[in-house]
Structure formats: structure tokens, C-alpha cells
């Protein structure tokens, strides 16, 4: 049997060891605290002071022509974006094509109609030596589409129109759906070959009056 002595040594031992245990957890619990605070004001101080993109920064910026349609569907009307200036002309393609994607930014004063369909993507451009853009969309671009010759008509020279307006190498445009040619649009004109811009859809100069 145990001595009172040899009792209280274990006994203090034990209460020892808890209080080792209960410190431990303490400070694992006060640890996680800590690190979710800081993880807390670091995606706090992350959301309200963005990094920033220093590359973007120093990016030149031009301004560009994009054409829409105008309310009657009739003619093509411009509006003007600032867009990033690219040294390699299909780069520069690219951000003209997703500046025409965007949609018109002043439909509800104007009218004008996009020509393209919401959600359409961009998946490439080439630049053939001829001065041929071809130009790659996602599927969206024919599922998407309404359909008939005169929304068909101004989507090919919205896109055409405003590439050549834009990029100065570029003289004609070639349409391709996920890279293949495609024969129409949504069935009306064809789409098996180049096309290039037609300044008879602008708008007509309206004339001040004296």
C-alpha cells in the first residue's frame, strides 16, 4: 500500500499533468484565435486596398471606334471607348472585339443595338498575312443569336467595320465558331467567306443647321 507521501506526490503530479494539459489547449485555442485574426484583417486589408497591377498601370490607353446599330437596325453608329493600346496588331484586335462584346454603353440615351448576343466569348484571333482577322468565338455566337438577314448582317459588319476602323492592318474579317468555318450565321448570309468593311452602313453625317 501507498504512503500518504507517495498519495500526495501523485496526486500533485496529477494535478500537474491537467494543468500542463488545460494550459496546452489554452494556448492552442488562444494560437487559432490569433491566426484567424490575422487571416481576417489581411483578406480585410486585401479587399479594401486591392493590390495594385503595376504592368496595367503603365499600359498605354487609346481611343477606339466601336460600331453598334442604330435603333432601326439600318446603319452602324459609333461610340468611343479607351481601350489598351497593344503593340501586336491581333492583340490590339482582341481588345477591340471585347470592347464590341460589351455591349453599346449608351443604349438607354440612344437606342443603339448590340450586335452581338450576351455571353458571347472570344477565343482567338489570327492575323493572316493577306490582312485577314480570323476571328474565333465560342458556340454561344450562333446558339445565342436572333436570327434573321438584317441582325445577321450587322453583327458581320459591326465586327468587320470595327476591326478595320481600329487596327490598321487588318482589311478583312473571317468569322470562325470554336475554329471551324461555319456556313451561316443562323441561316441567311453566308459565312464561308472573308468579309470586308462597308463604310455605306455608317450613319449618315447629320447636317447642322446654319
Known amino acids: 500500500m501507498s504512503t500518504k507521501k ?3 506526490s501523485e496526486n500533485f503530479k496529477d494535478r500537474q499533468k491537467k494543468k ?3 494550459i496546452a489547449y489554452l494556448a492552442a ?5 490569433v491566426l484567424l485574426l490575422v487571416l481576417f484583417f489581411v483578406i ?14 503603365h499600359r498605354k490607353k487609346i481611343s477606339a471606334k466601336i460600331y453598334f446599330s442604330d435603333p432601326q437596325e439600318r446603319f452602324l453608329v459609333f461610340e468611343k471607348r479607351v481601350i489598351y493600346k497593344e503593340e501586336d496588331p491581333a492583340q490590339q484586335a482582341k481588345e477591340v472585339v471585347r470592347a464590341l462584346l460589351e455591349g453599346s454603353k449608351t443604349k438607354s440615351k440612344t437606342g443603339n443595338v448590340n450586335t452581338f448576343p450576351a455571353g458571347v466569348v472570344l477565343k482567338d484571333i489570327r492575323l493572316d498575312k493577306d490582312g485577314t482577322a480570323q476571328v474565333n468565338f465560342g458556340a454561344g455566337l450562333t446558339k445565342n443569336h436572333p436570327g434573321g438577314s438584317t441582325a445577321e448582317m450587322m453583327t458581320i459588319y459591326s465586327l468587320a467595320n470595327t476591326l478595320a476602323e481600329n487596327v490598321p492592318q487588318i482589311r478583312a474579317v473571317k468569322i470562325l465558331v470554336d475554329g471551324k468555318e461555319l456556313p451561316t450565321l443562323k441561316g441567311h448570309i453566308s459565312t464561308a ?11 449618315p453625317v ?5
Open 44 to 57: 480585410l486589408f486585401n479587399a479594401l486596398f486591392p493590390p495594385v497591377d503595376m504592368e496595367a498601370l
Open 193 to 203: 467567306h472573308s468579309f470586308q468593311p462597308d463604310p455605306d452602313l455608317f450613319a
Open 206 to 210: 447629320k447636317e447642322e443647321k446654319s
Open 29 to 33: 485555442i488562444i494560437g487559432g484565435i
Open 6 to 8: 507517495q498519495r500526495r
Open 20 to 22: 500542463s494539459t488545460r
